[in-house]
Structures are given as structure tokens and as C-alpha cells.
């Protein structure tokens, strides 16, 4: 098995500033903002909930033995890394995990139909889950590794935070698209 990457502190603060920061930006800005009616914008941003979801849950929850050799997880903002022990994954946040995979990132017969009663994303109790292992994360990580950005962003008033993800740049996003001629996202490429 690779050797994992180890990052130096400032690699860690970069990072935390730009990456950490943006997932949990967009994970909470998707919670408060799903549009009330059914259809694509709906399944869109629960689409993107649900990826978020799943991007936490493996940074706040997997020890570093268990992750793959370029990912960062939790654990790596600590001195030592054993510091940060957030107990086992809570079951909601295992089965909400487990569905983002089934259900988003990949086409299976295990998907729920549209009249399952369970169906419905319980965004409200899922994203107050992980913003508590967020918050709990921020407060005892390493200051030489956990940029100051996400611990003001994480304890901030709601209106403070609105604000700051009002004022927060898009370039660092981990996606990037280019409308082409004919208003489709493309890759250099004209569509049709």
C-alpha cells in the first residue's frame, strides 16, 4: 500500500483555507437554500447535498490509516494525529453516506423509488450532525494547520456568515465550466 501524503502545515493551512472551507460553505448554503417545489432544481441541490454530505462524513470520520494515499482527512490538522477521535460514525450519517453513494454516485437497483416514504432527504438533522463534528473539529485542531478563516466561518452569527459566504471567491471552487456559443457547459468544445 502508497505511503500517504504528508502535508506541511502551511500545505494544511492553504488547503483548510481554500478546500475545508468551500465544502463546508456550499454543504450549508445548499441546507438553507432548497427550493420548496419538486423538480430538477430540487433534485439538483439535494444531488449536491448529498455529495457534500458524503465529503465530510469521510474527512471528519476516516482515521488516517484507513484513507487513501492524496486524501486529507480530519485527523491530519492535529498534533498528533490521534488527538482527533470523533467516536464511531453515527448511523444516520453511515446510512446518509451510503446512500449518497447509491443513489447519486452510481446507477443501482438499490436507488429508492419516488414513492418510497423514506425517500425524503432529512437534510435538517443531517446537516446539524455534521455541522457539530464541523464545529467540534474546529475548536480543538491545530492552529498551525487549520486555517483561522474556517474557525471564524464555523463560529460565526448567521447574518456574519451569510456575508462571509456572500463575499467568498468562486475561482477556488472545485468545479469549473465554460458556457460555449450555445449556452451548454462544455470542455473546449461546441455541443450541438
Known sequence: MPTRTVCTNQQLLDYSEEHLLYEL???RWIAENLPRDDGFPLSALLESFAIHLRNLVDFFYTQPVNARNDDLVAADFFDPPSAWNPGGIPKSLADARERANKEVSHITYRRKSGSDPTKPWPVSDLFDEVYAVSTEFAAAASSTKLHPRVKEWLASDT???GFLLASASTTSS???ASVGSWGAAV???KTP
Open 187 to 189: 470542455s473546449g468544445k
Open 159 to 161: 447574518v456574519t456568515r
Open 174 to 176: 472545485n468545479t469549473v
Open 25 to 27: 460553505q456550499l454543504f
